[in-house]
């Protein structure tokens, strides 16, 4: 066991190098500068010389990717080309607490449907409410962000005047409503699907009919047995979502106003800011990396016929 | 200063979200009367204020003004300093430090924190400010005398020294910054300095603790307008230098009226009032800036916050009388900023200026700013905004007049649409919207002249890069706002033949002249009227479509908060805010 981890940690610094360059590349040799966008309508190519000149632009490229790498491998992501002066390891942080609280707040909704609807309809198989939940849910999941959102504002903001219709107050401010519903919903599909099938598969074996049959309530079988053991695939499933949590909802959050870290990506990147695009894409790969060995590690732990040599 | 702006659209929106007041208000009533008299005069929503009001320096009454109150010890006062706490939503400004500050955002925080020699009164006068008297000899030679109870938040005292170590750090290559040709460049040596081919700005010279002398390469009327920008600011040595690139963010120590006590990105800044200032005390104790963004009616309706811009979408409902909301409206002239259609005056059809001229003729701008704009733009014929330093109403636009335009293309090489050069106007964005009133400008050229004009976006990295090698045939969907007040910011570095942001590659040598004799002519009036001629040989010249001049328009400030000024530019002045009750 140990051994797998291992070696499957061995190949993060690998994956995060092929990641690296191929993003790094990206950046020097695509259109557009950052020096010009720093300068805006005020360009003027001395100035931007100079400026190319310190932030160590006018290097040859290998000389830049092997000092970024350097720095990286030693905790230092540089300084933001757009927030001049500001370390880009505080602000990627500070954007990624935005958008994993908004990820938590979404994974309560998913999880607070789909795992109880999941389980009732599986009580319910065959009749009309089973096809009939996971119709909705299934439509639900496909309502595209652009429609879930103006549709939620109108109603909980122009109509209902629960919440202001956009911004952002962390996880216990109303505002969360909107993008937590948005980002929330459609993953009960999935969640309601997998626990259904979870739950079915538990309640065929042979420890429920034992259960039943020493005059155990029904009640107690279903909190006890039944749901306990049908929550295994949906952890394992879990972790995968760990990963979704730093990455953000790029239109959900600039739509709603939302400084998450989604957003800033994408402006990042239209601001040329490399040293921060630089971050957010290693950060994001090596967590991707990291939530799948968990999800795999996971698996072992809980269900004791999975072995890794 | 320099903000380009997407489209209009966005301008106003992001101006409605992000910076409430970017223009002058009506709201000038020095005296402290109780808030209902005060809230009287601003209250007829139809008024539209006029350019030239007479403005007070809009200091509460009871108190003098900062530049006569040089003696006054904030410290010994015995009356207690009034409380209370300002709100508004701003955004995350890209930098703190003010000498890498080059945009609005980050301008409008730094101001209130640091400060130098001199600065800009909300009449956008230039007063004293570390500074309290100077001299100029020949033109060139600046003396100014500091205060010598100027300190730094931290208790030490401002000196000379620290002047001339602020200024060659601003411009120093290391510090990198953006502006620091722009606002420095006149002194001498400064460009020696900023290109790293010397090692000090010969220009500038300790006299004693409390003297510096700067000594400009030309009698140059707008250099005390650079110096007060944020590059021109005085910081601390040992606490720049003991704090690296990010000193901002874990020791802030200015000079200005606020501290900055706490700076969270994305979520907020605070600033609490400097009580050892050395001019008179700000009139409210703290002020908060919510960035975490929002929808900024909402938020002020919910009273989150004191004061927002007013959108076109909100519009009808501020404006209606019956709406309470109305009662706290501030009308205002537009802010220093002018939106246009560029031309490439080096590039088919556009170097024929008969045809540039008939497309200016050919566009009704009253009929968009009424009927799609919602009167939140006013039409510009000139290019320097009203109120600006040099403004004059007698420019002769090129108004609408389709005959007039017809007539002009029939006489232009372009008159043939067989032959004509297929136009494309490029803007910048990736939404795949254009602004609404560039959509209506291409129809009536169509329509008035039959004139066929595509539109192409380019991802706003992009826009820039080809923007400066002047790649475009025409450009729109950006503005210029002003960096200092004086014409030479607008006329000369847009359409000098050598200026490097001369992006329509426009060449005119008798302008060029009469700019070059503006720079330095010393007589005031004389050279206000060089620029008027100036002006007036490039409107007829057509390098441009101007468009309008933006800035909020409209702008709602809840009835308790005293004092606060809407400017054209960024300038201090929350220290003059105070709140009642």
């Known amino acids: ?309 | 200063m320099k903000k380009l702006v997407i489209t209009l659209i966005t301008l106003m929106t992001l101006a409605a979200i992000a910076c409430g007041g970017t223009s002058q208000s009506a709201d000038e009533e020095p005296t402290q009367t109780p808030p209902s008299a005060s809230m009287a005069a601003p209250a007829d929503p139809g008024a539209t204020a006029e350019p030239e009001q007479a403005q007070t320096p809009g200091q509460p009454g009871t108190a003098a003004t900062p530049i006569v109150a040089l003696e006054q010890q904030p410290s010994e006062l015995t009356e207690p300093l009034p409380t209370g706490t300002f709100r508004r939503l701003w955004s995350d400004p890209p930098t703190l430090d003010p000498h890498l500050t080059g945009d609005t955002t980050s301008a409008g925080v730094v101001v209130e924190v640091f400060s130098g020699l001199v600065a800009l009164d909300t009449d956008l006068k230039l007063v004293p400010d570390i500074a309290e008297s100077w001299t100029i000899e020949d033109g060139t030679v600046y003396t100014f005398k500091l205060r010598p109870d100027a300190q730094f938040h931290n208790g030490k005292p401002v000196t000379a020294e620290d002047f001339k170590w602020s200024l060659e750090r601003a411009a120093a290559p290391e510090t990198a910054s953006p502006v620091a040709d722009t606002y420095l460049n006149d002194i001498i040596g400064a460009q020696e300095y900023i290109d790293g081919k010397a090692s000090e700005i010969s220009g500038i010279k300790v006299i004693d603790a409390h003297t510096l002398q700067i000594t400009t390469d030309a009698a140059k009327a707008y250099f005390l307008a650079k110096l007060t920008y944020p590059t021109a600011y005085v910081l601390d040595r040992e606490v720049v230098e003991g704090g690296g690139r990010s000193w901002w963010i874990d020791n802030p120590i200015g000079t200005g009226p606020f501290k900055l006590s706490e700076y969270r990105i994305a979520e907020r800044i605070v600033l609490e009032r400097n009580e050892e200032y050395y001019r008179e005390p700000a009139g409210v104790e703290t002020v908060v800036m919510n960035l975490a963004g929002g929808q900024a009616m909402a938020m002020y309706e919910n009273d989150e916050i004191e004061i927002t811009g007013v959108g076109l979408y909100d519009l009808e409902r501020v404006l209606d009388p019956n709406e309470p909301l109305n009662k706290e409206v501030k009308v205002s002239p537009p802010g220093f900023s002018v939106s246009y259609i560029g031309f490439n005056a080096g590039m088919a059809p556009f170097d024929d200026t008969k045809f540039r001229q008939a497309l200016n003729h050919a566009i009704d701008k009253e009929l968009i700013a009424t009927e799609v704009l919602s009167e939140l733009v006013q039409p510009a014929y000139s290019i320097l905004p009203p109120g600006f330093p040099g403004y004059t109403n007698e420019i002769d636009g090129l108004r609408h007049d389709p005959e007039r335009a017809r007539q002009l293309l029939s006489e232009s090489k372009y008159a043939d649409p067989e032959t004509r050069p297929r136009i494309v106007i490029t803007v910048p964005g990736t939404g795949g919207t254009i602004g609404l009133d560039l959509e209506v400008v291409l129809e009536m050229w169509k329509q008035e002249l039959g004139v066929e004009v595509e539109i192409q976006q380019v991802e706003w990295a992009t826009y820039l890069e080809d923007l400066d090698e002047k790649k475009f045939q025409a450009y729109a969907g950006i503005g210029w706002e002003a960096d200092y007040p004086d014409p030479q910011d607008f006329l000369d570095i847009l359409f000098h033949s050598e200026s490097s942001i001369n992006h329509g590659d426009f060449r005119n040598a008798e302008i060029d002249a009469v700019l070059e004799e503006a720079r330095t002519e010393p007589d005031i009036v004389r050279r206000i009227d060089l620029y008027h001629q100036a002006e007036q040989m490039i409107v007829d010249e057509a390098p441009w479509v101007p468009m309008w001049f933006t800035g909020d328009r409209y702008t709602l400030v809840k009835s308790y908060v005293e004092g606060y000024e809407m400017t054209p530019m960024i300038v201090p002045k929350l220290k003059r805010i105070t709140i009642e009750g």
């Open chain 1, 1 to 309: 066991m140990w051994v797998y981890i291992v070696k499957r940690l061995l190949w993060l610094p690998l994956l995060l190098l092929a990641a690296s360059f191929i993003t790094f590349s990206l950046g020097r040799f695509g259109p557009g500068d950052p020096v010009r966008v720093m300068l805006g309508n005020r360009y003027d190519e001395q100035t931007a010389q100079r400026i190319r000149h310190e932030l160590g632009l006018d290097r040859p490229f290998l000389a830049q990717y092997g000092d970024y790498i350097w720095n990286f491998a030693q905790g230092d992501f540089g300084e933001s080309f757009r927030y001049r002066g500001q370390p880009v390891r505080d602000l990627v942080i500070r954007k990624m607490w935005v958008s994993a609280q908004l990820a938590i707040a979404a994974m309560v909704i998913s999880l607070g449907v789909g795992l109880p609807l999941g389980f009732f309809i599986a009580h319910r198989q065959g009749r009309w409410e089973d096809p009939a939940s996971v119709t909705v849910a299934l439509v639900l999941m496909s309502v595209p962000v652009m429609v879930s959102v103006p549709a939620l504002l109108w109603t909980f903001c122009l109509k209902l005047h629960w919440v202001p219709c956009s911004g952002w107050g962390g996880l216990f401010d109303p505002r969360i409503l909107v993008p937590a519903i948005t980002m929330g919903v459609p993953g009960i599909a999935g969640l309601t699907r997998l626990m259904r099938a979870s739950t079915l598969d538990v309640l065929g074996q042979d420890f429920i009919r034992t259960a039943h049959s020493k005059g155990i309530g029904q009640m107690t079988v279903n909190s006890r047995h039944v749901f306990r053991n049908a929550l295994i695939p949906i952890v394992t499933i879990l972790a995968f979502s760990l990963a979704g949590l730093i990455s953000g909802a790029f239109i959900t959050e600039t739509i709603l106003g939302i400084p998450g870290i989604g957003r800033f990506a994408v402006e990042s990147v239209f601001d040329r800011d490399y040293p921060v695009i630089m971050a957010i894409t290693l950060i994001g790969a090596g967590a991707f990396v990291l939530a799948n060995l968990l999800a795999d590690v996971a698996y072992a732990f809980i269900d004791p016929r999975i072995r890794y040599q």
